[in-house]
T-cell receptor, first 111, second 112 residues
Framework: GQNIDQPTEMTATEGAIVQINCTYQ??????LFWYQQHAGEAPTFLSY????GLEEKGRFSSFLSRSKGYSYLLLKELQMKDSASYLC????????????FGAGTTVTVRA | DSGVTQTPKHLITATGQRVTLRCSPR?????VYWYQQSLDQGLQFLIQ???????AKGNILERFSAQQFPDLHSELNLSSLELGDSALYFC???????????FGPGTRLLVL
């Protein structure tokens, strides 16, 4: 099975930067996903990392270290609309593409 | 808009009843996944279909069943409903079995 840990809540100011950490344990690795979910809405795909390193996509970047079982999502130039839950997810096994999701990190952006 | 559609948006029913949730994947996607999200459980994988065949199963209750039809739409059937089945049910689709999943808007089920 998977063990995915992420902080429960984070608060930051508009325009600031926030880093959401995710640690995972999995029997086989086949990539790590980040999703954004606003309350009562569907998760929206943000990023996918399968190799070590930083992937940058506009204001959002995602980093992966497979040897450490660690990833982070970096949100820059925070906007009020970034207030949401951010979910880290990994496939169950290297041959299995059902996703196991972390409990999510609720980010609150304050003016 | 992800391109995944789900109906109905909201469903209110009574304990002991049976309901069917419907999902149409994005055009070209062969794989469909069902998830349950309740306040205290987070997003839980239920079941996956790929091109009409069951591919993976999560902690899906025996009272729940699903299928994927030849036109690739999928239905999730929930029977003998209990209060604890109240949740958001999401469908997601992907092109292949291991590619990025795109989620539909969900069906909010309330069992009274």
């Amino acid at each position: 099975g998977q063990n995915i840990d992420q902080p429960t809540e984070m608060t930051a100011t508009e325009g600031a930067i926030v880093q959401i950490n995710c640690t995972y344990q999995t029997s086989g690795f086949n990539g790590l996903f980040w999703y954004q979910q606003h309350a009562g809405e569907a998760p929206t795909f943000l990023s996918y990392n399968v190799l070590d390193g930083l992937e940058e996509k506009g204001r959002f970047s995602s980093f992966l270290s497979r040897s450490k079982g660690y990833s982070y999502l970096l949100l820059k130039e925070l906007q009020m609309k970034d207030s949401a839950s951010y979910l880290c997810a990994v496939p169950a096994t290297s041959n299995d593409y059902k996703l196991s999701f972390g409990a999510g990190t609720t980010v609150t952006v304050r003016a | 808009d992800s391109g995944v559609t789900q109906t109905p948006k909201h469903l209110i029913t009574a304990t002991g009843q049976r309901v069917t949730l419907r999902c149409s994947p994005r055009s070209g996607d062969l794989s469909v996944y069902w998830y349950q999200q309740s306040l205290d459980q987070g997003l839980q994988f239920l079941i996956q279909y790929y091109n009409g065949e069951e591919r993976a199963k999560g902690n899906i209750l025996e009272r729940f069943s699903a299928q994927q039809f030849p036109d690739l739409h999928s239905e999730l059937n929930l029977s003998s409903l209990e209060l604890g089945d109240s949740a958001l049910y999401f469908c997601a689709s992907s092109q292949g079995a291991g590619e990025t999943q795109y989620f539909g808007p969900g069906t909010r089920l309330l069992v009274l």
